[in-house]
């Protein structure tokens, strides 16, 4: 079992491009969260996901961002348009079920230039 | 909204001492806890739980203590290692709800 993977581990973007984040969940973990880290700052909730349905957005900003966990293949994570503020680690973490413990990717550290 | 709170963003203590790392909620439908630890440039793992329903939970060399009425809860680690330096999330959960809020995160530094 390979964990949560993430990838890539580094991207790089200029401001107005668009940046693409995947996360494989662990096997047999049918939920799927995104958080992002600051500099300096704490883990922030952005989205929670479960198979083709997005259970809470809550911590997504409303321009630009977007998720998705299709039916097959690894959860995405988009930005449109990046700013510079955009340049945060972005990570991943999927459970087996609810109140399960969540397992954590290493992250994807979003550069924008 | 933080609803969760850690307010010492670093903490040095001696190899062999105790840390004690503070967490503050504000959210009182909060009724299950957790820490996580991170180390740099790899995801946060998880460390020790506790449930509302108790107020110590223990686990070798690290013990968590939930004080509901205060909204408080800490971890300690007793005895402090080298190894053990790390940033240490705090996290709570909701009742019916798996999306966990952190903390903003204490790095500890264990000195040899």
């Known amino acids: 079992n390979a964990g949560v993977m993430q990838n890539p581990r580094h991207l790089v973007r200029r401001r107005g491009q668009e940046a693409r984040l995947r996360c494989s969940p662990m096997k047999g973990h049918s939920h799927v969260y995104w958080y992002r880290q600051l500099p300096e700052e704490g883990l922030k909730f952005m989205v929670y996901?479960?198979?083709?349905?997005?259970?809470?957005e809550s911590g997504m900003p409303k321009e630009r961002f977007s998720a998705e966990f299709p039916k097959e293949g690894p959860s995405i994570l988009r930005i449109q348009q990046v700013v510079r503020g955009d340049s945060a680690a972005y990570f991943c973490?999927?459970?087996?079920?609810?109140?399960?413990?969540?397992?954590f990717g290493s992250g994807t550290r979003l550069t924008v230039v | 909204d933080q609803q969760v709170k850690q307010n010492s963003p670093s903490l040095s203590v001696q190899e062999g001492r105790i840390s004690i790392l503070n967490c503050d909620y504000t959210n009182s439908m909060f009724d299950y806890f957790l820490w996580y630890k991170k180390y740099p440039a790899e995801g946060p793992t998880f460390l020790i739980s506790?449930?509302?329903?108790?107020d110590k939970n223990e686990d070798g060399r690290f013990t968590v203590f939930l004080n509901k009425s205060a909204k408080h809860l800490s971890l300690h680690i007793v005895p402090s290692q080298p190894g053990d330096s790390a940033v240490y999330f705090c996290a709570a959960l909701e009742p019916d709800n798996n999306d966990m809020r952190f903390g903003a995160g204490t790095r500890l530094t264990v000195k040899p």
């Open positions: 506790i449930s509302s329903i108790k």
């Open positions: 973490a999927s459970s087996p079920n609810l109140r399960e413990g969540y397992t």
């Open positions: 996901l479960q198979k083709e349905n997005i259970i809470d």
